[in-house]
């Protein structure tokens, strides 16, 4: 089964579930692979479906893999390979190519640098195409990728910008927000369904809601604390924000069935001294709000104390995921009731 071999790049800890988005979403996609931030696929869909994938920060497609080596003589290796390499699909992408450049990351012991790595591929795609011009991280119209790792070499050009992963180029966000793909992730944990009543009772400017919006449901509401955060979500989402207190939700017993939420850190915001008593408070609500069979799914970074407040209110509680996020690792925790 032939198609167009494809990228797409996650939080790292976030790969089988964007994995799985792929398999449901892309109706073709096959050879499937998985490496750190990174899902590999293979699809003949339309560009357009392919963005369709929310839990993914950018979508690159592949051009080729090949053998650069360790040493600096690969650096010969990798301009001939991309001076070699097809790119005629880039034209037909951009109308008017102009500038471009060549991302590089290396993971492995070379002696050369990875914008050295850089500089030789834009050697190489100069010499295919000597109209296109060499641009800067400032000012670029079009971009490749070098993924070095050991001795193998991935490249790739990306088809998306910041505004695909941030969904729009004037979405808001308040401090602390949660990016909008790892609210995505969660929302997808939750096995969004069309008759789910789903609160975040901690929403931040939104990104969550947003997120569950993408999904039918019968019911989706959101809440903060911070009046300033829910400023800013209720002129992001077009969802039922209120400023509420997680620990006293404006809700009947058992009125939802589903929860999720980015749980304060006690990091950015919040003071992590008084984090065990938050924790059992906002257990305690969870506890009344969902149903029985209802489930939560939670991002938090400390699972001891939230596994404890959990248990005090007899919701289970699992971890299931462990992400890289901001330079500490928080995980995902599945409760039910």
Not at 229 to 247: G, N
């Amino acid at each position: 089964m032939n198609g167009i071999q494809y990228m797409a790049t996650s939080l790292p800890g976030l790969e089988e579930v964007l994995a799985n988005e792929i398999r449901r979403k892309i109706a073709d996609a096959h050879r499937i692979t998985m490496t750190r931030g990174k899902v590999l696929f293979v699809s003949n869909l339309p560009i357009e479906q392919l963005l369709s994938l929310r839990t993914a920060d950018n979508l690159y497609r592949v051009i080729g893999q090949f053998r650069a080596g360790l040493h600096r003589s690969g650096l010969l290796n990798l301009e001939a390979s991309c001076a070699a390499a097809d790119l005629s699909f880039v034209e037909r992408l951009h109308s008017a190519p102009d500038n471009f450049i060549v991302n590089a990351s290396r993971k492995g012991k070379h002696t050369f640098s990875r914008f050295e790595a850089a500089d030789a591929a834009m050697r190489g795609i100069a010499k295919q195409y000597p109209r296109w011009r060499k641009g800067s991280p400032e000012y670029h119209t079009f971009e490749f990728r070098l993924d070095l790792e050991g001795e193998q070499a991935l490249f790739s050009f990306r088809l998306t910008d910041s505004a695909f992963r941030f969904r729009g180029k004037d979405r808001l966000f308040s401090p602390a927000a949660l990016r909008p793909t790892v609210a995505h992730a969660l929302v997808w944990l939750s096995s969004p369904a069309a008759g789910d009543r789903f609160i975040d009772p901690c929403c931040g400017s939104g990104s969550i809601v947003g997120e569950r919006l993408a999904y039918p449901a019968a019911s989706i509401r959101g809440g903060d604390l911070s009046p300033e955060a829910v400023q800013v979500a209720k002129a992001s989402v077009p969802a039922a924000i209120e400023q509420w207190d997680a620990r006293h939700l404006p809700l009947d017993r058992g009125a939802v069935n589903i929860v999720v939420s980015n749980v304060p850190f006690g990091r950015q915001i919040g003071d992590r001294n008084e984090l065990d008593g938050l924790y059992r408070e906002l257990m305690r609500e969870m506890s009344r709000v969902l149903q029985p069979g209802g489930r939560a799914i939670l991002l938090a970074e400390d699972g001891a104390l939230l596994s404890r407040a959990a248990e005090r209110y007899f919701l289970s509680c699992a971890e299931t995921l462990r992400l890289s996020l901001k330079g500490i690792q928080p995980a995902v925790y599945i409760l039910k009731k």
